[in-house]
């Protein structure tokens, strides 16, 4: 896995910077109850997506968390005295005390099962009844936009990914949590080309190919013999799902 603490300078400028940031705020919020008062995001990273969150709401209070401390330092530079470094699956905060939590670019990075379940749970857990729990899901497979990168990579080992919709969904029902829509955004800027792709190779981006095995090495130089190194191929689109604690007068719809 990636060290965060190491990508927090470059992160923003490799994601996709603001045009991804504002595509991923606006669904979000399309899915966060107008009346909503408070908002944690968890895995906020930079506060490049959290930052807009509260731009686009000047009602909403909005708190960023974080494990790694060169991401919470440049969030925090971003929305200062809203940002807490801690631990996703320990958050440091009552029950009930939050109308919307959101985990953008989390779950697919959480080693197993268990992590994702614990995440979900404290998500469910500092929810106040009638919140919303929203989070990306299925990011690994977003990457695939079927070009001639994915077909050289194609039969690469995988890592089992964590935030398969089917899951999340399942432990966002252990936790008390029912589905409350979805929405999806472009990621701009991630579209891969074959130039970057080696670049991330060498840089152990794809976790089951570590830098200089032979494997890798034989997947990089087979795209090194792709035409149009530089150029992008089609950007991902990233898929969130929203969940809602039931409130008192809380009423399951009917199964079709």
């Known amino acids: 896995m990636l060290d965060y603490d190491k990508e927090a300078d470059a992160y923003d400028a490799t994601r996709g910077g603001e045009p991804r940031a ?19 995001d968890v895995a906020c990273g930079t506060g490049i997506v959290t ?21 919470t330092r440049a969030a925090a530079a971003r929305l200062p005295g809203a940002i807490v470094l801690a631990d996703s699956r320990q958050l440091p905060f009552p029950d009930g005390v939050f109308d919307a939590v959101t985990t953008v670019w989390l779950l697919h990075l959480v080693e197993g099962p268990a992590d ?13 009844p009638g919140g919303v729990y929203i989070t990306t899901v ?13 077909a050289v990579l194609a039969p690469r080992p995988r890592r089992p990914a964590q935030d398969h919709r089917d899951d999340i969904r399942t432990y966002a ?15 701009h800027g991630q579209g891969r080309s074959p130039r970057s792709t080696v670049v991330d190779l060498h840089r152990g981006w794809f976790t089951m190919l570590p830098p200089g095995e032979p494997l ?3 997947f990089a130089a087979e795209l090194e013999l792709l035409p149009d190194q530089e150029r992008p191929r089609a950007d991902p689109e990233f898929t969130i799902l929203a969940f809602r604690k039931p409130s008192a007068d809380f009423r399951q719809p009917p199964a079709e």
């Open 138 to 150: 299925d990011k690994a497979a977003a990457h695939d936009v079927g070009s001639d990168i994915d």
């Open 51 to 71: 930052r807009r969150l509260t731009e686009a709401r000047p009602g909403l209070r909005v708190t960023g968390l974080d494990a790694a401390p060169a991401m």
């Open 22 to 40: 504002a595509a991923a705020a606006e669904a979000v919020l399309g899915l966060v109850p107008q009346n909503a008062r408070s908002l944690l």
């Open 116 to 128: 994702a379940g614990a995440i979900i749970a404290e998500c469910a857990r500092v929810l106040r």
């Open 173 to 187: 029902a252990e936790h008390g949590l029912h589905p409350a829509g979805t929405a999806t955004f472009r990621g």
């Open 216 to 218: 890798t090495e034989r």
